[in-house]
């Protein structure tokens, strides 16, 4: 008789922690023993597609039995609209499995150990790898971080900071002194190159990695005594001593207790620089304790697993709601109230001619667009009221000092951004005076971003790092009416006094009085006659209204005459030559006269016209 495998007792912990350069899962039983280890790819929320991280998921569940609880923890998981993303991909590799998901900085603090305890401490991790950043919390729950901005930006105290310092000091003191260092000897023997011309073209190709590789020449050079190498060091740790206590400052009171965890391979692996900066960390807050990471930091991810599992077993028991675990996948909190749910919005329903759109002729096809587009124009007319009163919102707006920001997703975001980057050519405006937002920032202008337009606290936090205030208009533009990160603007504008405008194509939106804005415009121009596809007619309609947005608060501010662009910027040959023609019209003189006052007057349509005295059409 053949006897099956032993099967581990229950219940099982599955921890994943991805970062950036390594994925690790861990598998463990109720009293933390480790059953099963597993180390795969990077995983950085950021730079994974949902196939990408389907895929990542379907790997480690073939690697290990199914768990009775999930955690995970992402590089670049910052909002809870990639945690719910997170937890929505796991649904799907493990359906009905509590799941909690949260960051890898997170899950790297839930693996240390506790030092000291009471309701005032703070713990603050301080990581130190090719990449560096700090990250604490309270006894309250509040967080902190400092740094994590990437090498370019930030990485203060970081491998990638010391051997880039190195490589800039060899070849200024080569530059200034004609001398050819021993730290220089020593990073080019160790990357096999001849002379110091060709770190130039190494340097070109070299990634991030590759030179935060040099920081272990940097720290033999300083145990032999190099004076340079022995100066980064301790500008590192410097710098990582002046974050890490940024943040605990963040957390705690001066006086409060604060425990520092030591993580990363720069402080694991060079005990003499951690001691170093905790020398630096003590001198600051003497009460600090102050310990390395003594395991793994995907064990915090188990221990998120634990957590999980245990809240959904009190819950349960008191017949309360559950945790949003991995087979509940949840969306941002809806941000307005729709009147009916059986009412769909009609850019998202069947158009019935459109129903053999697959069987038409290419001939047939144009009609049929055609025939639709031309119902748009009645369809907007039908909102001209509101929109006249948008224009003059708009206008108010500019004369008080105001811009106006428009703010959608996708197709929407990128009409208002076309709108906003035509306004300083066409009528000489700043380009802070009309500006868009699009959610996923600028790569979403030419590709789709993961998840952006589910964030709505992304659009709030636009809308604040732009300092939004009450002499501004947010306009939002959204299809459907729906898109949480135009509402997220919205409601951030409304609190900061601005006014607001949503441009929708779903006139059955019943909003809040607490959630509406100044002024709702929603034109229904019916089905799309591809399901969905708002780049169509909705993509049109935006088009058109948005000129009107403008063009007629343009007008209202004396940037236009008869029909000629008064002040538009002749920034190249043919809008030179416009300006002339412009001016020729306005005061009935020859082309040459035209040219001259435009010379003298630095292009500026307006100050050429006032020098001219003759034949006037409107005032100038």
Known sequence: MTRSPKQPARP????????????VALLADAQSHLLQRLEIGPANLKLLG????????????????????????????????????????AAKVWPGVPCDSTNDLETALLAAEKKIGGTKTARVLILSGTGSCCYGRNAAGKTAKIGGWGHILGDAGSGYAIGLSALKAVVANLDQEGKWSKLGERLLRGLQLNEPNELIAWAQAADKSQIASLAVEVFKASKDGDQTASEILATAQTCLAGDALACA????????????????????????????????????????????????SAWGAV????????????LNKSAKPALKFANQPVEAPPQI?????????PTEQRHPLSLHLDKLSIAEGIALMLSEDAKIPSAILAERKKIARAVGLITQTFKRGGRLIYVGAGTSGRLGVLDASECPPTFRTSPEMVQGIIAGGQAALWRSVEGAEDDPAAGARAIAFRAVNRRDIVAGIAASGRTPFVWGA??????????????????????????????????????????????????????????????????RLGKVVSNLMV????????LRDRAVRIVQEL?????????????????????????????KIGPL
């Open 50 to 89: 949902d196939a990408q991280l389907l895929a990542l998921f379907k790997s480690v569940a073939a690697a290990f039995p199914r768990p009775d609880a999930l955690g995970i923890g992402l590089a670049g998981a910052r909002t809870e609209a990639d945690w719910t993303r997170i937890r929505t991909l």
């Open 303 to 314: 221990t998120l697993a634990k957590n999980v599992l245990n809240f959904w077993q009190v």
């Open 587 to 615: 005061r009935g003189v020859d082309c040459a006269t035209a040219q001259d006052a435009l010379e003298k007057s630095g292009w500026v349509i307006q100050r050429a016209g006032a020098k001219l005295s003759a034949k």
């Open 490 to 555: 919205l409601g951030e504008a409304k609190k900061r006094g601005a006014k607001t405008i949503l441009l929708a194509f779903n006139p059955h939106l019943k909003i809040s009085r607490a959630a509406r804005p100044t002024l709702l415009i929603t034109p229904n121009l019916g089905p799309e006659l591809l399901t969905g596809s708002t780049r169509l007619k909705a993509g049109t309609a935006t088009k058109l209204i948005l000129n009107m947005f403008t063009t007629l608060a343009m007008v």
């Open 12 to 23: 099982l912990f599955l921890g994943i922690e991805g970062g950036g350069t390594h994925t």
């Open 337 to 345: 109230p729709i009147s009916s749910p059986g009412k769909l919005s």
């Open 567 to 574: 002040d538009l910027n002749p920034s190249n040959v043919k």
């Open 249 to 296: 400052l963040q957390l705690a009171r001066p006086a409060d207790p604060v425990e520092f965890i030591l993580a990363g391979g720069i402080l694991l692996k060079q005990p003499g620089f951690a001691r170093g900066l905790a020398t630096r960390l003590r001198k600051a807050r003497p009460g600090a304790v102050i310990f390395p990471l003594q395991r793994e």
